[in-house]
């Protein structure tokens, strides 16, 4: 097959397709031009991301291929959703590798297709190429009324710290391999096939709950060391953290790749126990100090969670 | 340098930060959060594009790395141009590979920056990561008045084709190497620095001047054959075709990276030699027939340009 071949492949599998006639607003022109075009709403803020998945970093080719097109997509879901935001459309980009069969391509989109159809994202255009490794770069647009968006620079010192979900869980799948224990299933399948809480982060920025937010991509020591900085304050995290079954509290402060979302809120505020459907712990507080310095259980704690730069 | 200082040193670079207070449209937020905000005006379109570009497919580790930088802002902004958009903002997702040393980011930034800074174009986030070969994705985001982008699927059977500059510089610029001579330099600059037809794809929109339009990426042959599919026709090239000094007639046919515009604009209308300082040379017409199907001189062309899954 073709460049072209391929591409119209992968247009013939898209579900919803963009009309220029509209005078709507939305997707106005998807796959097949130079650019898509999107015609955003009055009044609407839109937000965008990008997250790139290489072979042998961030998956490998034995992994079941639509694992990896749902994951790759919830990757850029997670962050639109740590915006407070819905996303709209997405544009993707991959690269082959020799080894690269079209079922596999045809997997990987069912898993990509699967995820976007749950959260209503248009795939509206993208690249293709090859590559010796398979590569790929997904990038999602949301929109958010103008304004609101939740961020991680604007947490205030005393803040209480809460995170969603239970963390870990992608780390213990990562090294449990083939494991058939239910755990090792429970936390394999979070590893392959996290969920965005896109309705957790438009319920913290509805509601008017979430100071601030991230979503948890790379742990919880380095993620939030990341927000304590942006915000200027330092941070310190207790026990007990909500771990996922079976998991270690090591994966729990380390462990990335758990999507889960980090918030902070003013500690006279009531949060509720779950929030649009997750589990909601509290794990800690943001205190005036050195920007991004973190404490555990009054020890200090240095981000070991994962870094592509580390040896 | 782990991630967060690799963010850092970049961030650092980027000459005009984004202000989420301001109330006027525009880059509301950059990098360093979840996501970038941009906030449209009323009225506009907003477009978007993705390009790769990969170490042994798309560049030589050996290539200047500012080159690098360049050229895969270029290709995005490029797509922008075939629009007939604005660029306004842009992410970048980098994966360095083992040899990759902070020279060559640097180097790479110096490039994409100084081609960002040129268009006015604001890096506004990204991701950053490792792989065993550099791999570069570039996302831009352009803007346009509501429902005057300009595209392929567009033109009507009778138009004229049109191409912006001389062909086929940057595939004898690939094959002349380190070759001194003055065809050979400009050739391997056109090849190395390619320009993106911002003015000219934006005067095209701006006058009415063009029918259906694109870049010419992958070369003529290939790109003409998509316009012509896009809009339900067949197409026939005629001699002379602009050639790149030093380029052979197949370089301008088939020959990729060059980057001009290729446009269809009725045939009855008078089109000025040169537009937004470009010269524009007349190549051919859309006729009725198989759509995608190419004539050169009467007789069948096939598309032979840059085609990644080519054998």
């Given at each position: 097959m073709?460049e072209?071949?391929?591409?119209?492949?992968?247009?013939?599998?898209?579900?919803?397709?963009?009309?220029?006639s509209s005078?709507?607003?939305?997707?106005?022109?998807?796959?097949?031009?130079?650019?898509?075009?999107?015609?955003?709403?009055?009044?609407?803020?839109?937000v965008?991301?990008?997250?790139?998945?290489?072979?042998?970093?961030?998956?490998?080719?034995?992994?079941?291929?639509?694992?990896?097109?749902?994951?790759?997509?919830?990757?850029?879901?997670?962050?639109?959703a740590?915006?407070?935001?819905?996303?709209?459309?997405a544009?993707l980009?991959?690269?082959?590798?020799?080894w690269?069969?079209?079922?596999?391509?045809?997997?990987?989109?069912d898993?990509?297709?699967?995820l976007?159809?749950?959260?209503?994202?248009?795939?509206?255009?993208?690249d293709?190429?090859r590559?010796?490794?398979?590569?790929?770069d997904?990038?999602?647009?949301g929109?958010?009324?103008?304004?609101e968006?939740?961020?991680?620079?604007?947490?205030?010192?005393?803040?209480?710290?809460?995170?969603?979900?239970?963390?870990g869980?992608?780390?213990?799948?990562?090294?449990?391999?083939?494991?058939?224990?239910?755990?090792?299933?429970?936390?394999?399948?979070?590893?392959l096939?996290?969920?965005?809480?896109?309705?957790?982060?438009?319920?913290?920025?509805?509601?008017?709950?979430?100071?601030?937010?991230?979503?948890?991509?790379?742990?919880?020591?380095?993620?939030?060391?990341?927000?304590?900085?942006?915000s200027?304050?330092?941070?310190?995290?207790?026990?007990?953290?909500?771990?996922?079954?079976?998991?270690?509290e090591?994966?729990?402060?380390?462990?990335?790749?758990?999507?889960?979302l980090?918030?902070?809120?003013p500690?006279?505020?009531?949060?509720?126990?779950?929030?649009?459907?997750?589990?909601?712990?509290?794990?800690?507080?943001?205190?005036?100090g050195?920007p991004?310095?973190?404490?555990?259980?009054?020890?200090?704690?240095?981000?070991?969670?994962?870094?592509?730069?580390?040896k």
């Amino acid at each position: 097959m073709n460049e072209d071949a391929w591409i119209r492949r992968i247009e013939a599998r898209i579900p919803v397709r963009a009309r220029a006639s509209s005078r709507k607003p939305g997707l106005m022109l998807g796959i097949g031009d130079d650019a898509a075009i999107y015609r955003p709403a009055p009044g609407e803020d839109l937000v965008f991301t990008t997250d790139m998945m290489i072979e042998e970093r961030h998956f490998l080719r034995e992994y079941p291929a639509d694992s990896v097109g749902w994951k790759a997509l919830c990757r850029s879901l997670s962050d639109i959703a740590a915006m407070g935001a819905s996303p709209r459309f997405a544009l993707l980009s991959l690269a082959v590798a020799p080894w690269v069969k079209p079922a596999w391509v045809d997997g990987f989109y069912d898993g990509f297709l699967a995820l976007a159809a749950k959260y209503k994202v248009l795939l509206a255009g993208g690249d293709l190429s090859r590559a010796a490794r398979a590569s790929i770069d997904v990038m999602v647009c949301g929109a958010v009324p103008a304004g609101e968006a939740l961020r991680r620079g604007t947490a205030r010192a005393g803040d209480t710290l809460y995170v969603s979900g239970a963390l870990g869980g992608a780390s213990l799948g990562l090294r449990s391999g083939r494991s058939r224990s239910a755990t090792g299933r429970a936390a394999r399948e979070r590893h392959l096939r996290p969920e965005p809480r896109v309705a957790l982060g438009n319920a913290l920025r509805r509601r008017g709950i979430a100071s601030a937010a991230m979503d948890l991509s790379d742990g919880l020591s380095s993620d939030l060391a990341r927000l304590a900085r942006a915000s200027g304050l330092a941070a310190r995290l207790q026990r007990p953290l909500p771990v996922f079954p079976g998991a270690s509290e090591s994966d729990a402060l380390h462990g990335g790749d758990d999507y889960e979302l980090l918030f902070a809120a003013p500690s006279a505020d009531r949060i509720p126990g779950r929030i649009a459907g997750q589990r909601i712990a509290r794990v800690g507080q943001l205190i005036a100090g050195e920007p991004g310095r973190l404490f555990f259980e009054g020890e200090a704690l240095l981000p070991a969670g994962w870094d592509p730069f580390a040896k």
